[in-house]
C-alpha cells in the first residue's frame, strides 16, 4: 500500500519534530529550572513545569554571575577574532581557488592535512609562544591565535569560489581590476551564503570556547562569559552564594543569543555549505 505524499510529509513532519523536541529537551529544561525557585529545582522528583514564574534570578545570574563587563569581553573576543578570521579566509580562499602560483596545491593539502590535528595538541606551544611575547591577559593573546586558525575557513571559501563562473574573474581582469578589487567587488558579494555559514560556525565555536580563554585569559579584566559559567557550576561562587536557578539563568544569557543567532542565519547557512561543496 502506497502512501500519499501528503500523508509521507506529515510522517516526516512528525519525527523532524521529535527529533527536535528531543534535542532541545536540554535547553528547554534550562530555561523552565531558570523560572523556578531552588526547592523546585532540587526536589527529589525532577519538576518540568514551575509553579510560578521568578523572573529575578536572571537579574542575580547576571549581576552576581556573569556582569556586564564580562559579557562585553565575549563580545569583543568573538567579533575580532572571526572578523580577523573570515578576512583572512575569504582572501586565502579566493587566492588558493583562481590564482595560478607554485605550491598552491601544496598549501590546499596542507590546510586539509591540518585539519586532522587535534587542537589540543597545539594549545601548549601557543600559549609558550603568547607568553613569550607577554600577551597572556591581554585582548591580543586571547584573540590573535584564535583569528589565525584560518584552515577550516580557507577551504570552506575556496570551494565555494572555485565554483564561481571564471567568465566574470576574466571580466573583470580585462577591464583592469586587481585581485583586491576583484574580492571586494565581485568575491565578497557573491560568497554571502557561505560567509553565512562560516559565522554561523565560527561564532557559536567562539562564544563557546573554554580551554583556550581558560589559559590565555584567566585574570577578570579579560575573562569570558565561558570561564565564569564553568566556574559556577564546578562549584566556585567567587564569594557569592549562587543558587541552582541563578546559574541556570546565567547559562540561559550566554546560549539563547547564538540560538537566536544561529535560527536567523539558518537558510543562508545551509545554502552556504552546499554551495561549497561541504556535506
Same mark, same amino acid.
Given at each position: 500500500m502506497r502512501l500519499s505524499k501528503r500523508t509521507l510529509r506529515a510522517i516526516r513532519i512528525f519525527f523532524a519534530t521529535a527529533i527536535g523536541l528531543v534535542l532541545a529537551g536540554p535547553l528547554l529544561y534550562l530555561i523552565a529550572g531558570s523560572l523556578m525557585t531552588p526547592a523546585q529545582v532540587t526536589a527529589a522528583t525532577p519538576q518540568f513545569i514551575p509553579s510560578s514564574i521568578h523572573f529575578e534570578d536572571y537579574v542575580n545570574g547576571w549581576n552576581q554571575v556573569l556582569q556586564a563587563r564580562t559579557f562585553l569581553n565575549s563580545v569583543i573576543f568573538v567579533v575580532f577574532a572571526v572578523g580577523i578570521q573570515w578576512a583572512l579566509c575569504i582572501s586565502g580562499g579566493l587566492a588558493i581557488a583562481k590564482m595560478r602560483f607554485p605550491g598552491r596545491v601544496a598549501i590546499t593539502t596542507m590546510f586539509a592535512i591540518s585539519l586532522l590535528i587535534p587542537v589540543v595538541t597545539t594549545v601548549i606551544p601557543v600559549f609558550v609562544v603568547t607568553n613569550q611575547f607577554r600577551m597572556i591577559n591581554t585582548y591580543p593573546g586571547l584573540i590573535i591565535p584564535i583569528a589565525a586558525q584560518t584552515a577550516f575557513g580557507t577551504l570552506l571559501f575556496r570551494q565555494y569560489i572555485v565554483n564561481m563562473p571564471q567568465e566574470l574573474f576574466d571580466a573583470a581582469r580585462m577591464d583592469g581590476a586587481g585581485?583586491?578589487?576583484?574580492?571586494?567587488?565581485?568575491?565578497?558579494?557573491? %560568497?554571502?551564503p557561505a560567509t553565512a555559514a562560516y559565522l554561523a560556525i565560527s561564532v557559536i565555536t567562539a562564544w563557546n570556547m573554554y580551554l583556550w580563554p581558560l589559559l590565555a585569559a584567566n585574570g577578570p579584566k579579560v575573562q569570558v562569559l565561558s570561564e565564569i559559567v564553568a566556574a559556577i557550576g564546578q562549584g566556585d561562587n567567587f564569594g557569592y552564594s549562587v543558587t541552582q536557578p541563578q546559574l541556570y %539563568? %546565567?547559562?540561559?544569557?550566554?546560549?539563547?543569543?547564538?540560538?537566536?543567532?544561529?535560527?536567523?542565519?539558518q537558510p543562508a547557512f545551509v545554502r552556504g555549505l552546499t554551495g561549497s561543496g561541504v556535506e
Open positions: 585581485w583586491w578589487l576583484i574580492l571586494r567587488r565581485l568575491v565578497v558579494p557573491l %560568497a554571502k %539563568a %546565567a547559562t540561559v544569557i550566554t546560549v539563547v543569543p547564538m540560538v537566536i543567532a544561529f535560527l536567523l542565519v
